[in-house]
């Protein structure tokens, strides 16, 4: 009995092991809303804000429409070369726009982006490693000076533009909503967008990003199939040994 037993927990663990071996890791991703805890972990990361961003208007009207793609390059009516860091780039169909405090009487302290075109997604793109990302994130209603309140949907992708990762996350239009995005596989882009409840946008107000000095150990599947493992050879020899034991 003991031998059949042993033999089935042997099979089990090779086949657990081919596993390991065939299988491409898939990219873990973790999701942190606590600002401290992710800038005590995560650090050395660029940070973009758009206060360098120029307005034309005081509130409540303080908006500026840019243009659908705003990088390092940019020259137009919002910002100016390097007002935007190297390796990210902000897309959403037709326009994006800049907007400063208290824009349509809201308790945004600071500028903000959104998209122009509501309920378009606002798109922020990385042409550098990027391990780490945390982001301020917010909402507007639609030509309204009324305070917001909704979900935002934010997907992450990673090589190859394959989603990694997703997560619903509440906003306010004070646009000081945090969210911290770790993964083990870099990411490529992350896609942001209201749940449309609200005839309105995403804001963005500031973003850090790059290799973080702690990386975090999140375990892929192949580090759980050796966890996995371990565990079962374990159980087979605790077996094993006891057994011996017993007819000692």
């Not at 935007?84 to 903000?112: K, Q, W």
Request: with cysteine.
């Amino acid at each position: 009995m003991l031998n059949i037993r042993t033999l089935i927990l042997v099979l089990l663990s090779a086949f657990c092991l081919s596993y390991i071996y065939n299988t491409t890791a898939i990219a873990a991703v973790k999701f942190l809303t606590d600002e401290q805890e992710f800038n005590n972990t995560y650090t050395g990361l660029a940070h973009q804000d758009f206060e360098s961003g120029t307005i034309v208007g005081a509130p409540p009207n303080n908006i500026q429409p840019c243009s659908e793609t705003l990088n390092e390059n940019t020259d137009g009516f919002c910002f100016s070369p390097g007002n935007i860091l190297p390796g990210i780039e902000f897309f959403s169909p037709i326009t994006i726009v800049l907007a400063g405090p208290n824009v349509f009487n809201n308790p945004n302290t600071v500028n903000i982006l959104f998209a122009g075109s509501f309920q378009n997604p606002l798109d922020v793109r990385f042409s550098t490693d990027v391990f780490a990302s945390g982001m301020k994130l917010g909402c507007i209603l639609e030509s309204t000076m009324n305070d917001c309140s909704a979900d935002l949907i934010v997907e992450v992708y990673g090589p190859g533009d394959q989603l990694i990762g997703s997560t619903t996350i509440a906003v306010t239009s004070a646009a000081d909503t945090f969210l911290g995005v770790i993964s083990n596989q870099g990411i490529t882009r992350i896609n942001i967008i209201d749940d449309g409840t609200i005839f309105g946008s995403q804001t963005l107000a500031s973003i850090s990003f790059g290799v973080p000095t702690v990386v975090s150990n999140i375990p892929t599947l192949s580090e759980w199939g050796l966890i996995a493992m371990a565990g079962i050879l374990g159980i087979v020899g605790f077996m094993v040994i006891r057994r011996r034991k017993v007819r000692a």
